[in-house]
């Protein structure tokens, strides 16, 4: 793990510098992060995904105000020619502020990009993670994040746990994901740059309603934010707290990527299948849950074996390798499920360990 750097106050901009287009000189305001500050106060260090964007930026200045140490990590997708200038900000501030900048250039997608730009990126921070020892990975998802995912996931039919999905605390592939600023809305965040003469860019992009998500944003989402904020900041509160009593579940054993779960009910089970799959990049459809449900041993997109015996589930990767005939004996006689045996036998997982 890297080294912590001395404590050092960090002053906000005194000079005015804010988006390409507007000029504001505002008294400067503070904002305090959401009680996952804790999380990345020395001796912690962390990675902030950064783009230069009102988000990312916003939370860089917080997360300075906050004493919190941190590096940023930008991915340039060459989609548009400001990018450059993106990239070339990112590593301004990082030299500013004595921080490290990594920056990727990503190749060109043909097809599905936010999906396949979503797996690139977060590749990238597992590469940086473990290369440079990082305890957490910091996103900028906001309030109006949030509802966008929500009203995506209801129109395509969904439950609570998947469509209030977004935690303040979550884990993915190994990396500690925090999201500090869920509790915001953008409008909250440019409000706070502007006051405090901060530069940010405006990716336009964000516009293009060839996104699912932007054209959720545009006709939903933004206007319902704009006119009943502070009632939707209380519900996603209520929300969550459902959620969080509906997820009675416990995770029996881990090791590696595979997981046993245990659950009073279907339910239960098939809402702690979801969020496992989730935590490793994996997002269930509600058709692929009903085949678990009616099924009970599968695999899900050839990528993963998921089987319930009684009140109990096993989630590991898919995979075929040859066992020998002594293991697979050994598993027949422990009563371990079929599909999730050749990934025990290849990660080099005991038996005894998962027999129950």
Request: some cysteine; overall charge neutral.
């Amino acid at each position: 793990m890297p080294k912590n750097k001395p404590k050092q106050n960090h002053p906000l901009p005194t000079t005015t510098s804010t988006s390409p287009t507007t000029t504001y000189s505002l008294t400067p305001t503070t904002y305090s992060l959401l009680p996952t500050t804790y999380y990345l106060l020395p001796p912690s260090h962390s990675l902030l995904a950064f783009s230069a964007g009102v988000d990312s930026t916003a939370l860089f200045f917080m997360l300075l105000e906050q004493d919190v140490e941190f590096d940023i990590a930008i991915v340039d997708y060459g989609l548009r020619s400001q990018s450059k200038e993106e990239v070339a900000y990112a590593k301004e501030l990082a030299d500013k502020y004595g921080m490290k900048c990594h920056s990727i250039q990503a190749p060109s997608f043909e097809s599905n990009f936010e999906k396949n730009a979503r797996d690139f990126r977060y590749g990238y921070f597992k590469e940086l993670q473990l290369k440079y020892g990082y305890d957490n990975i910091i996103t900028a998802h906001q309030l109006n994040d949030q509802l966008e995912w929500m009203l995506m996931r209801l129109t395509k039919g969904a439950g609570v746990c998947e469509m209030v999905s977004f935690e303040p605390v979550s884990y993915k592939d190994g990396m500690r994901i925090i999201k500090p600023l869920l509790n915001y809305s953008k409008d909250e965040l440019i409000t706070y740059l502007h006051q405090n003469s901060i530069k940010y860019f405006v990716d336009k992009s964000n516009f293009e309603e060839k996104y699912e998500r932007n054209y959720f944003r545009k006709h939903f989402s933004d206007k319902l934010i704009a006119e009943f904020r502070d009632g939707i900041k209380k519900s996603f509160e209520y929300l969550h707290k459902d959620k969080d009593a509906l997820l009675s579940y416990e995770v029996i054993y881990q090791e590696k990527n595979l997981h046993i779960i245990k659950a009073p009910t279907l339910h239960n089970l098939l809402t702690g299948i979801d969020r496992v799959l989730k935590q490793n990049g994996y997002l269930l459809s509600s058709s692929q849950r009903d085949e678990i449900s009616n099924q009970k041993s599968i695999v899900i997109g050839g990528l993963w074996a998921v089987e319930i015996l009684n009140d109990i589930a096993y989630i590991a990767p898919y995979t075929n390798t040859p066992m020998p005939k002594k293991f697979k004996e050994e598993c027949r006689v422990a009563k371990i499920p079929s599909k999730i045996r050749a990934y025990c036998y290849k990660e080099g997982i005991s038996i005894t360990n998962i027999a129950l």
